[in-house]
């Protein structure tokens, strides 16, 4: 199968560039298995790299091409082709106007939409949005199959209609993916689940390392957060405020907190919360296997579906006990309800041998993977679902 991929992110998930790209967490396993399959002993697939190698322009090593991993040596990375394929999966981008960042204005974006002026954008700006509807039109019209994979609930009606003549699916990361087609007011349109996906077998080989801890827990923070404050602030001032009254400057924030605000101004608002600059996904990794604990923060419309943001697989990855806000709709099938975090805590804590502990959170992990019997989370249910969408 010839197989494109839109995405605006790094294919190498352990370089230091500092960018809120959390497909980092999940994407090497997706890619990989796509590159690594094989059907009579023959690689089964030709993989399509077709925006922007961002690794090779920001991450370059001294001979100029992109620092990757073994197991992307078969990935096809020459923008500016189109190539025959037979798929092309989206992880879907939305405008940013904002400075620019990847569209001069929305009448920009009402051109791409309709096929129009996609050789250039007028801004100097980044080309991913311009280069999505770029790769939209020119393959829609080819006949293959689109898969818009929305991992931020950012799909319009708009962005649909300029679609309706091709042959396109939507994914969508939430439990109650029915809910978001109604809430989208989007009948018609065939809608499925795809999680962001962990490799079990990976999972099982981390498992062996942190047990190999044993009464070295070292969990440094008791509770830590990696997140851009993004519409997060009503469940911050909720659950996390009242837990850093216990735990006085014990609770860490890493993220665009700063950006905002001063320390000083953020002390006066959030008291006993220590906040740290944003940081990049290879340091956010090493970071977050000190915690104790973690939360994992929604905004509104994504507690209301079940939305689940990379944030949970990161916390499963690195073996963090998380909480989870009774706002968020089917909570009780992921982990721990969130109460009084306080409380929380103290249970995480008063559970004295490390290898419990770890059962805690391996606990946890399965019992997630595990929701509604069909191994969610599971890569090889992930590599299911996209070739049943690849070949309707």
């Given at each position: 199968m010839k197989i494109g991929i839109s995405s605006w992110g790094f294919i190498n998930p352990s370089n230091g560039i500092d960018t809120p790209d959390g497909g980092r967490s999940h994407r090497r396993f997706w890619l990989r298995r796509l590159l690594e399959r094989e059907e009579n002993n023959k690689k089964a697939n030709e993989v399509w790299w077709m925006q922007e190698d961002r690794d090779r322009k920001e991450f370059p090593n001294e001979n100029g091409s992109g620092v990757y991993p073994d197991w992307a040596g078969n990935l096809i990375t020459n923008l500016g082709e189109f190539p025959e394929l037979d798929v092309v999966l989206f992880e879907w981008r939305w405008p940013i106007p904002t400075d620019c960042r990847n569209c001069l204005n929305m009448d920009e974006v009402k051109k791409w939409r309709a096929g129009d002026q996609l050789g250039y954008s007028l801004g100097a700006c980044d080309q991913d949005l311009r280069r999505q509807w770029e790769l939209i039109h020119h393959y829609g019209k080819a006949g293959a199959k689109l898969i818009f994979w929305d991992k931020d609930m950012k799909l319009t009606p708009e962005d649909l209609l300029a679609c309706r003549d091709y042959n396109f699916e939507i994914c969508v990361s939430a439990i109650d993916h029915l809910l978001v087609k109604k809430e989208m007011n989007m009948s018609g349109?065939?809608?499925?689940?795809?999680?962001?996906?962990?490799?079990?077998?990976?999972?099982?080989?981390?498992?062996?390392?942190?047990?190999?801890?044993?009464?070295?827990?070292?969990?440094?923070?008791?509770?830590?957060?990696?997140?851009?404050?993004?519409?997060?602030?009503?469940?911050?001032?909720?659950?996390?405020?009242?837990?850093?009254?216990?735990?006085?400057?014990?609770?860490?924030?890493?993220?665009?907190?700063?950006?905002?605000?001063?320390?000083?101004?953020?002390?006066?608002?959030?008291?006993?919360?220590?906040?740290?600059?944003?940081?990049?996904?290879?340091?956010?990794?090493?970071?977050?296997?000190?915690?104790?604990?973690?939360?994992?923060?929604?905004?509104?419309?994504?507690?209301?579906?079940?939305?689940?943001?990379?944030?949970?697989?990161?916390?499963?990855?690195?073996?963090?006990?998380?909480?989870?806000?009774?706002?968020?709709?089917?909570?009780?099938?992921?982990?721990?309800?969130?109460?009084?975090?306080?409380?929380?805590?103290?249970?995480?804590?008063?559970?004295?041998?490390?290898?419990?502990?770890?059962?805690?959170?391996?606990?946890?992990?399965?019992?997630?993977?595990?929701?509604?019997?069909?191994?969610?989370?599971?890569?090889?249910?992930?590599?299911?679902k996209f070739y049943k969408m690849a070949k309707s």
């Open positions: 349109v065939r809608f499925n689940q795809l999680f962001t996906p962990l490799d079990f077998k990976e999972l099982a080989n981390r498992d062996h390392e942190f047990a190999g801890l044993k009464g070295n827990w070292n969990r440094s923070h008791r509770l830590g957060y990696v997140g851009n404050n993004y519409e997060r602030d009503t469940q911050f001032n909720k659950y996390i405020l009242p837990a850093a009254q216990t735990f006085n400057n014990q609770i860490h924030v890493w993220g665009n907190w700063l950006k905002y605000r001063t320390a000083d101004v953020l002390s006066d608002v959030y008291p006993n919360v220590k906040f740290h600059e944003r940081i990049n996904f290879a340091k956010a990794e090493e970071i977050m296997q000190g915690f104790g604990s973690t939360i994992i923060l929604s905004k509104d419309n994504y507690s209301k579906v079940g939305f689940c943001a990379a944030r949970i697989t990161e916390a499963i990855w690195n073996h963090i006990p998380m909480f989870i806000p009774k706002e968020f709709e089917y909570s009780e099938q992921l982990c721990q309800n969130t109460g009084d975090v306080g409380e929380l805590i103290k249970f995480i804590e008063s559970i004295e041998n490390s290898e419990m502990k770890l059962m805690y959170s391996i606990y946890q992990k399965k019992y997630f993977m595990d929701m509604n019997q069909d191994n969610t989370f599971n890569l090889d249910v992930w590599e299911k």
